[in-house]
């Protein structure tokens, strides 16, 4: 019964974090200064270095109007809206590529950022957690104080910097990494999926480095800590081995405030590899992400954010769901 | 016989070293309740410690050593290999089971966890499922997660842990303050069944005088790192020897009694001062000059009976006593 309330709590949150990521993804353009449509037409113009009469003008404006959910009261906007983006996952059209629908994009950009991030996500959680267990339940050796001071040095340094460091040794300097990532399109053969591997190195690698960072330092404080408390000390007393202490004690312990801790900082990981694409032109939601903003693309920007928005959220809900296999006190009461 | 050979054992820290225990020599029998009494800090727990082996930094034994009256392979155990032995031939009951138990995993692993390999879990289980219900435990209650049951019953699984494997010697630092009177009462006639039954030697820490009265056969009172009285309890509580255990006896409360009881005025030394002579002498009624300089030796006055002080066969005389024995429980009429 508690799991069931659990598992229905998690939802109704969920249920609610899109729902207020859907409503400020509509409010926001409408309260900035700038008139997406004007502005348009104003490009439109001086692209085509012709003026347009103001029939055809009033004209064009209704036609956008609708394509962009623009036209009738705010009320029945938003309903639109919801109905669009909810049922039919429509975002309208691109304004950069018109009449090319967002979604298209998204929906290719969408896998790359995600084979990103979720590999990267677990095996820095995975290799940090491993590593600072042995760091804190062993604390004493000179293994222990090495992995410390890996954790300290790469936990303060932002993904941008790991990222330039290693374009710089590894692309730049040894060029054993490309510098960008250049992928041809076409299906997907063996052979392409070395050359995707290839060009995620770098990016991949930042990631991790980052993530192992936090993780080593975390799970080491955490081990640190747990390993005083009494089941840890009775365990000993009892005779049991040292390395079942260490992993059903120490270290199932730890690792309940360690998916916590992911679960919170999905965020974060997230808008930092949005970072790392940027800057290895990685062809992900981020890239997708920067062009739209630069090139004043605002469906592209609110359905990119709107879908990042949606992975957070999910992710998250996904991590919380699990979160009971690990601690029996939330599946039994 | 188990033997406390000249037992110092020190805790490192950093003002240096101080002995927690200093120079125990006991000899104590087998096949009995020993309760070992004394104010906070005196070093029960330490002594306990000690006597089960687990000798971690900070803690050290400085000399002495103890032998626990049981041989393996011909050879007698000492403190050097009792490790070997734990949970096996001697166990320890924590005094709290919320913490002492594991909450992400079940309490049947929990139970079986420290066992060798190549031992059959299930069939292990399976006694103790059976076992438990001696303990008025579900048999179900050790395949359950530690925070759904009640304290109580998971006190109950930490005597059972203690006492499954049926060890020749059980440590239990004071295992019943976290629980309630009624709770408790139960727990401790349980561990004075199952000792009767198995004949196992325990050593019973607790504050409470009361209960010493009521579970121990033998009294071991310690005070500022010394044992300064050891023998039967019966007369410990009805003759002491020793002023500081009269006066612990005193603090015990009684049903019936309207006058407030004194307690244990003073505090004990702090064991980093310089302990010359007894150390109890400044809190004692009975001190005089050689208290102050001497050390008393701890010898048997009686059959059984050891006690440190210089004035121990003159003490139990004294008309304090005669007041104590009128009140004692004993010698009241029955709840
Ligand atoms: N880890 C430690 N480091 C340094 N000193 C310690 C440590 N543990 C205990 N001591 C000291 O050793 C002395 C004896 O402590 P011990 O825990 O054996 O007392 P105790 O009689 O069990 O007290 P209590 O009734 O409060 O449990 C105390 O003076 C205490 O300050
Ligand atoms: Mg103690």
Known sequence: MALFQYIVGRFVSYFVVLFIGLTITFFLPRLMPSDPIEQYIFELQSQAGQTMSPDEMANLRETLSQIYGLDGSLVSQYLGYLERVILHFDFGPSFASFPAPVIGFIVRALPWTLGLLVTTTLIAWTIGNLIGLRAGYHHNSRAATVMEVVGVALYPIPYYIVALVLIMVFGYLLSIFPLTTTIRPGPLTFAKMRVILYNSVLPALSIIVVGLGWNILSMKALSFAHKEEGYVTFARLKGTPSRTIMNSYVGRNSLLPQITGLTLSLGAIFSGALLIEILFSYPGMGLLMRTAASSGDYNMLYGTILVTIFAVATATLVLDLIYPVFDPRIRYR | ?335
């Not at chain 2, 120079?23 to 306990?48: D, F, M, Q, R």
């Not at chain 2, 309490?107 to 399976?126: G, M, R, W």
């Not at chain 2, 030697?201 to 056969?217: A, C, K, N, P, R």
């Open chain 2, 1 to 335: 016989m188990i033997r406390l050979n000249n037992i110092v054992a020190t805790y490192t820290t950093t003002r240096g070293e101080v002995s927690a225990v200093d120079g125990v020599n006991l000899e104590i029998p087998t096949g009995k309740i020993i309760g070992i009494a004394g104010e906070s800090g005196c070093g029960k727990s330490t002594l306990l410690k000690v006597i089960y082996g687990d000798l971690i930094y900070p803690l050290a034994l400085k000399t002495g050593s103890v032998q626990y009256g049981f041989d393996s392979f011909g050879q007698e155990v000492t403190t050097s290999d009792i490790k070997e032995y734990w949970f096996k031939r001697i166990s320890y009951i924590p005094q709290s089971s919320m913490s002492s138990l594991n909450p992400v995993i079940r309490i049947n692993k929990q139970f079986t966890d420290h066992l060798d390999p190549s031992t059959d879990k299930a069939k292990v289980l399976e006694d103790v499922r059976a076992y438990v219900q001696k303990l008025d435990l579900p048999p179900e209650a050790i395949d359950a997660y530690p925070h759904q049951l009640s304290g109580g019953m998971r006190q109950r699984i930490m005597v059972a842990m203690g006492t499954f494997f049926n060890p020749d010697i059980i440590l239990a630092d004071e295992p019943t303050t976290a629980l309630d009177v009624v709770v408790q009462k139960g727990i401790l006639l349980l561990l004075m069944g199952l000792q009767e039954e198995t004949k196992s030697t325990i050593f019973f820490v607790s504050h409470d005088m009361g209960v010493h009265y009521q579970i121990t056969h033998k009294m071991l009172i310690m005070y500022a790192a010394k044992v300064v009285e050891f023998g039967d309890s019966d007369i410990i509580f009805t003759e002491p020897l020793h002023p500081y255990t009269r006066m612990l006896i005193e603090s015990l409360p009684t049903i019936g009694d309207d006058h407030l009881r004194t307690g244990v005025s003073g505090r004990p030394p702090s064991l980093w001062e310089d302990l010359t002579g007894c150390r109890f002498a400044p809190r004692c009624p009975l001190a005089t000059e050689l208290c102050q300089t001497t050390e008393p030796e701890f010898k048997e006055y009686r059959r059984g009976h050891f006690a440190a002080c210089h004035y121990a066969e003159n003490t139990y005389q004294s008309s304090e006593i005669a007041i104590l024995y009128d009140h004692h429980p004993q010698n009241q009429s029955p709840e």
